[in-house]
């Protein structure tokens, strides 16, 4: 059973609708995240995000283990860079595909953001497990045709 007792000081009905981030953007440089922040913004889609694979994988078990409210849902899509110290973007996507498998974390989907043009490259990257892969520069555009497209948020 999932504990959505985690905030002991709150009380669930004064917590009736969750304002949790919807979007996790996992990308090393600052300047991608903002570039993220920017597009989701005016979609009021909340987004948070983390610097490399392990915090990525940590948010993402403790926002399934520690729901601020009924209401609250895990996140909805992640956008993942492959290049990253560390974890890959394909290391941290096995990862959390195989958390997936052991009912740790629930299946969501996964956008690989490379700045890769190789197909080689960019079919690698499909193979760790992602659900479709952009490139980047990112675009307006293109995030919200995946949004649309996944119709997660």
């Known amino acids: 059973m999932i504990d959505r007792g985690f905030?002991?000081?709150?009380n669930p009905a004064?917590?009736?609708k969750c304002n949790c981030a919807k979007v996790l953007i996992v990308d090393d440089n600052?300047?991608?995240t903002l570039a993220f922040d920017t597009i989701l913004g005016p979609l009021e889609i909340k987004s948070e995000s983390a610097f490399n694979?392990?915090?990525a994988i940590e948010k993402i078990v403790?926002?399934?283990r520690h729901f601020c409210c009924d209401e609250c849902k895990p996140y909805?899509?992640?956008f993942i860079d492959q290049e990253m110290p560390g974890?890959?973007?394909?290391?941290t996507v096995?990862?959390?595909?195989r958390l997936q498998e052991q009912n740790v974390v629930p299946v969501m989907k996964i956008i690989g953001c490379t700045a890769h043009e190789g197909k080689d490259q960019i079919d690698r990257f499909m193979e760790s497990g992602i659900d479709d892969c952009i490139k980047k520069p990112i675009s307006a555009k293109v995030v919200e045709r995946l949004l649309k497209n996944y119709d997660e948020c």
């Open 7 to 10: 905030f002991s000081d709150a």
């Open 14 to 16: 004064e917590n009736k």
């Open 30 to 32: 600052p300047f991608n």
């Open 53 to 55: 694979g392990n915090s």
């Open 62 to 64: 403790n926002r399934q």
């Open 76 to 78: 909805r899509i992640i």
């Open 87 to 91: 974890m890959t973007g394909s290391e």
């Open 94 to 97: 096995k990862e959390l595909r």
